[in-house]
């Protein structure tokens, strides 16, 4: 190949830039003003449809060699895409815990987009916003200052990055280098039979294997056993094993049960265990002066996970870990190689950088949309919906109650209610419902299993959700139940 002279070197104006930026600026307000009225008007649409095979094909196309001009292609998103999402802006979404959005939190994503920058580290104000949220939940959970901070997708990986740093802490550095030949072998941690899923897989994935997590019974409200937990603890150490870590929750994925968050910090204290907190939606719950004094024992925690994109209502995603002792959480992953060298001066100032707190090198600006977010509204407000979506959820139990069609499957604890329609093949019938219930647009509740029991599983996480929903979900409900018996 022969090198480039400067005869041959592109011109400037041979970027990705538009050639007319007046006519991308008239595109972008309309996109603008579309997704404004795609929120404002979200009542007018079924919550979720079903995708048209014909719409799936378009999406089986060649690699794309020539452009196309931006209008094109964002009609076709407005026609293909936008229409057939999960529907989680939607107050009839009531399955699984995401959270509503805001257009706030939209205005901020697209500021974010436009700066493009890496906050991964370097001296920039985007990473000083990052450290305004650590100083912010750090306050949020009454952590010391000496407390680390960091966003990440969600709670799934913040969980998997607190095992981590429960795992060093416990070995040493020396697990950075030799993993756990030393004495990891025999390490094991536990939590309750009714936590997330992704605490098995961040044992497996964090080398442990799921094995070595203990799943403890849980009392009638899904409180993990206390006396339990000891109990096994006492087992496994009479057997030569090494416990190091407890992993508690604050709303479990099934009900929205909270551990008993002081007995357990009084577990980890006595046997020096590691507390780790998965509040991927109910930590947030210090927010609301009515769900704050059940969460008490949540700051003597080690660390926590919780996720900003649900009770939060921040948009998708903005995950977050908080870690009592910095020093081990930057120890745990801070990995120094001379082309990340850091200096007292310019760019390369601003030591230590977030990419010491965890994995990721590419790191986008979550912490914008989440500072908008906490500006905007408050802690006060932000409290006062989660409190509502909490009511709402008591509203639901007790239209269940007076109900006799209707029974409840599990105590409501927050915002999460479990129920289903009394039939004899009940859980056909209640599987079917709800397939009903998704393809007629009217509401988009979940299923999990109690006790062997099929349930609808009704998780209210939305702002906008209101009684009308919750009487729309009953009424259709009990029109399909009729229907399939």
């Known amino acids: ?42 009542r007018e649409r079924p919550v979720w449809r079903p995708i048209p095979a014909e719409t799936r094909a378009r999406f089986r196309e060649e690699l794309p060699r020539e452009g196309a001009d931006v209008a094109d292609i964002y009609r076709e998103f407005a026609e293909y895409i936008a229409p057939y999402t999960a529907g989680n802006v939607h107050p009839g979404f009531m399955g699984w815990v995401n959270g509503g959005g805001t257009a706030v939190g939209m205005l901020a994503e697209m500021l974010a987009a436009g700066l493009n920058t890496n906050v991964a580290g370097r001296d920039q104000m985007p990473i000083e ?18 407390a680390s901070g960091i966003f990440v997708t969600g709670t799934s990986m913040a969980n998997l990055m607190g095992i981590l740093v429960a795992r060093s ?15 990891g072998a025999g390490l094991i941690a536990y939590t309750s039979v009714a936590t997330h899923g992704c605490i098995a897989q961040a044992m497996d994935l964090a080398g442990f294997g799921t094995d070595a997590l203990r799943r403890i019974p849980v009392d009638r409200c899904h409180r993990i056993d206390a006396d339990a937990l000891r109990a096994q603890v006492a087992v496994d150490r009479a057997a030569g094993l090494e416990p190091f870590l ?112 965890g994995p990721d090198m590419s790191r986008g600006f979550r912490a914008l949309k989440t500072w908008f977010t906490l500006k905007a509204y408050g802690t006060e407000r932000l409290g006062a919906m989660i ?69 609808i599983r009704a998780a209210i996480v939305n702002h906008r959700t209101g009684m009308r929903d919750i009487e729309a979900l009953v009424s259709a409900v009990l029109e399909f139940g009729a229907r399939e018996t």
Request: hydrophobic fraction near 45%; glycine fraction near 8%.
């Open 129 to 146: 916003v990052e450290r305004q949220i650590v100083l912010w939940v750090r306050q949020m959970f009454g952590f010391p200052d000496t």
């Open 1 to 42: 190949m022969k090198p480039a002279s400067r005869d041959t070197l592109p011109e400037a104006d041979e970027t990705l830039d538009p050639d007319d930026w007046n006519k991308l600026r008239a595109e972008g307000h309309r996109m603008l003003d579309d997704m404004f009225n795609h929120i404002a008007k979200v």
């Open 387 to 455: 409190g509502r979506t909490c009511a709402l959820a008591r509203c639901l139990e007790a239209q269940i109650a007076a109900e006799p069609k209707l029974e409840l499957l599990a105590p409501v604890q927050l915002n999460i209610v479990c129920f289903r329609y009394r039939a004899d093949d009940a859980d056909r019938v209640n599987a079917e419902i709800v397939a009903l219930l998704h393809e007629s647009g009217i509401a988009a509740p979940s299923t999990t299993m109690l006790d062997g029991r099929l349930a």
């Open 169 to 183: 802490a416990r070995i040493g550095p020396s697990v950075r280098q030799r993993g756990l030949m030393d004495r």
């Open 246 to 357: 407890v992993i508690g929750s604050a709303g479990t994925v099934d009900i929205g049960a909270i551990d008993d968050l002081a007995a357990l910090h009084g577990v980890c204290r006595d046997e020096k265990l590691w507390l780790h907190i998965d509040g991927a939606f109910g930590a947030l719950g210090v927010l609301s002066p009515e769900i704050a004094p059940r969460l008490a024992g949540i700051e003597s925690a080690d660390s926590i996970a919780f996720d900003f994109h649900k009770w939060g209502q921040v948009p998708y995603d903005a995950g977050f870990l908080l870690v009592r002792d910095g020093e081990q959480h930057r120890r745990t992953f801070a990995a120094p190689v001379a082309y990340l060298r850091r200096e007292t001066r310019g760019l390369a100032a601003g030591s230590p950088w977030p990419c010491d707190y």
